[in-house]
């Protein structure tokens, strides 16, 4: 089963101990650069709803919220790319 690693290229201590552990147990992984929410850039950011979101959540979204929302839309077009069973793990999995 294919697995993507989803992670923030500059957060290399996470990186490092998620490749360890994947590679420990000789699971093959792709990377998905995760993206940042503090820094407002990526595409997918422009999709935040904020008055739905403060509707359903009673505040704004903070950026982190916003880049993991934006980074598993990455890992779901990758998905339906691939058109195969797939395991998606943030960097901060337990295995």
């Known amino acids: ?8 290229a500059s957060s ?6 998620a490749e360890a552990i994947l590679k420990r147990h000789e699971i093959s992984y ?3 650069d995760a993206v940042d929410g503090r ?7 422009q999709r935040y709803d904020e008055s ?3 509707r359903h959540r009673g505040r704004k979204a903070l950026a982190g919220e916003l880049g ?9 077009q990758q998905v ?9 793990l ?6």
Request: hydrophobic content about 55%; overall charge negative.
């Open 1 to 8: 089963m294919k697995v993507l690693l989803i992670s923030l």
């Open 12 to 17: 290399t201590t996470r990186r490092n101990n």
């Open 30 to 32: 792709d990377i998905i």
């Open 39 to 45: 820094l407002g850039l990526d595409p997918l950011l």
């Open 52 to 54: 739905g979101f403060i």
């Open 68 to 76: 993991c929302y934006a980074s598993h839309i990455l890992a779901w």
């Open 80 to 88: 339906i790319k691939l058109d195969l069973p797939v395991v998606v």
């Open 90 to 95: 943030e960097d901060d999995f337990i295995l």
